[in-house]
């Protein structure tokens, strides 16, 4: 395995997830429940551009063909893209999008804190960086499952179905292959299966604090490391590829 | 008679340029022109997220999205520390977004405008938010402290979004002839709804009377929007733009620019809900506001029950 290769595909995965949820929760802007909320999912939404801004630059330096942020954005097709389908599942209600940011800013969470002791110097202080930024995404979504699902009868009722929805998509997060192994054993790379029980148990511990069930397993969400998406995914980059494809010689 | 008393004490400490606080005895009419001037300007910071916002999906570039985004998440800021700044005056912000809902608060009308290609995200923040800072540069020395005071943190930020607006259009104006196309339309568009927000001529203006003798409002519609023409009309030339008036001419005896008429008749069109997004808005603001009660409800019922169980505890 080509290490270079490898440390490229390694950062188009953590960057195409930081990029898609960001959009998912920029669509939300102007739509929020409460204006102290509408703020807030922007905020994370920030953060998940800032995040995907910094890997995928360092990606494209790794890969040392002079493709920049914006290249690797809006100038892949949908195949090449590395984002896991729970990113790209839309916003739903506000109990929907709670329970997918949970899921994912939970994984986060434990993916940064492992990441932070990468042996590669920029992935460490990306993750260093990230890790304080993700925390209040964890604290944050936590904290409104807790809410409504100890909330009203409707709000119990719309928390459950919404992690209901969520949940089977949350393994793929955990999926590992060749390119995993390889950074791994270079002690570049996090090993998920490390933090699988902890991830577990922690959700455990938000949904029974919420009141609510464990949902059942369903479709077990897999596909996105090679290309194949959910059908949303074809949508989500026509629109935010548009203008920088109808355009292509303008500088913005 | 005693209210003759602490009326002249009201006009007296207004007069030694002293604020007026929330606790501090006011008259109805100055309470009730507050709440309307203020929440009108909160709605139009939170109704102006939908024009920008209608852009954040498409933008160009990684960079031009955050700026965007956050741009727009300053307005949702705006907005909400001007509502915070109304509730000081005895008025809920529930009540407050009844209000706007049911056309009896207004907002600007600048944004019942639509959005239409990418210059408009400069086009605004250029020339709405510039015309914008003009206003509140005058309100921070308004008569109302937490208005005021409002108005210099908020100021602050809207220069920095004219900013950002005027180097959007300056990139688009040497760019690429479609983005040049792209930028002198918008100019066309957004010019003249743009030269509305300072409101109808002073002689037609009915609010302004005890507005500035109470000191609310310190400078007229018509000097306020002569300010904003005499420093854009100059920018738009340095980065090769015309603006859309042919009478547009520097006026060498007076120092300033002479202008055409504004098209009243479109104007309060619009003011009175026949603009092109009018509509639109407004069910865009009532969807998310009726979509998000039970989240409301949920908090206002789970902060409840940790109370009691606080209590009990
Ligand atoms: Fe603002
Ligand atoms: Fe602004």
Redesign the pocket.
């Known amino acids: 395995m080509n290490t270079k290769k490898a440390l490229f595909e390694y950062c188009i995965r953590i960057g195409d997830n930081s990029m898609i949820l960001g959009h998912r929760l920029s669509e939300l802007c102007s739509r929020g429940p409460i204006l102290e909320e509408d703020i807030a999912i922007t905020n994370i939404s920030l953060d998940l551009f800032g995040q995907c801004r910094n890997i995928l630059t360092y990606a494209g330096e790794v890969e040392g063909k002079g493709r920049n942020e914006d290249d690797l954005a809006y100038h892949r097709p949908e195949h090449e893209f590395r984002s896991v389908l729970l990113t790209e599942q839309p916003n739903g209600h506000f109990g929907t999008t709670m329970a997918r940011q949970m899921l994912f800013s939970v994984f986060h969470y434990y993916f940064y804190k492992e990441l932070s002791k990468s042996n590669d110097v920029h992935l460490a202080a990306f993750a260093a960086k990230s890790l304080k930024e993700t925390m209040y995404h964890m604290r944050h979504s936590s904290e409104w499952i807790i809410r409504l699902g100890d909330g009203t009868e409707e709000s119990h009722e719309k928390m459950q179905e919404g992690l209901n929805k969520m949940w089977s998509y949350r393994h793929e997060l955990f999926e590992k292959d060749a390119v995993d192994e390889h950074l791994i054993e270079l002690g570049i790379a996090v090993d998920t299966a490390k933090f699988k029980d902890a991830y577990e148990k922690q959700l455990e511990e938000i949904i029974s604090r919420a009141t609510l069930e464990i949902p059942e397993e369903g479709w077990r969400a897999t596909g996105g490391r090679i290309g194949h998406h959910s059908e949303y995914m074809g949508h989500i980059l026509a629109v935010f590829q548009s203008l920088a494809r109808a355009y292509p010689d303008a500088k913005w | 008679m005693e209210d003759v008393e602490r009326l002249e004490a009201f006009q007296a400490k207004i007069d030694r340029e002293e604020k007026i606080e929330p606790k501090d005895w006011m008259p109805a009419e100055y309470r009730k022109h507050l709440i309307r001037q203020i929440s009108q300007h909160a709605h139009s910071e939170v109704i102006g997220m939908q024009p920008e916002g209608n852009w954040i999906t498409r933008a160009p570039s990684l960079r031009a999205k955050v700026v965007l985004l956050a ?1 727009i998440q ?2 949702a800021g ?1 907005g909400l520390y001007l509502y915070c700044a109304a509730e000081t005056l005895g008025i809920s912000r529930e009540e407050l977004l009844e209000q706007l809902h049911s056309g009896k608060a207004k907002y600007s009308s600048i944004f019942n405008y639509p959005t239409l290609n990418w210059a408009d995200m400069g086009a605004v ?1 250029w020339l709405v ?1 510039g015309a ?1 800072i003009v206003n509140q540069v005058s309100l921070q020395r308004t008569s109302f402290g937490p208005y005021s005071r409002g108005m210099v943190r908020i100021c602050k ?2 220069s920095f ?1 004219q900013r950002q607006g005027y180097e959007i259009m300056a990139t688009m104006a040497k760019g690429t002839p479609e983005q040049k196309r792209m930028a002198q339309e918008a100019l066309d568009r957004i010019w003249w709804p743009a030269l509305g927000m300072f409101g109808p001529h002073d002689k037609d203006s009915p609010n302004t009377g005890n507005a500035m003798k109470w000191k609310i409002k310190r400078e007229t519609n018509d000097e306020l929007r002569q300010k904003f023409i005499d420093k854009t009309v100059q920018q738009a030339e340095v980065i090769g733009l015309t603006v859309p008036d042919p009478d547009m001419k520097w006026n060498e005896d007076k120092g300033q620019y002479d202008h055409g008429e504004i098209d009243w008749e479109e104007f309060m069109n619009v003011v009175r809900g026949k603009g092109p997004c009018n509509a639109q808005r407004l069910e865009h603001h009532k969807k998310a506001h009726d979509e998000g009660r039970w989240v409301r409800d949920a908090a206002t019922a789970y902060a409840k029950k940790q109370q009691s169980k606080k209590q009990v505890a």
């Open positions: 741009k300053d307005e705006h923040g938010d914008a930020e809207e979004h």
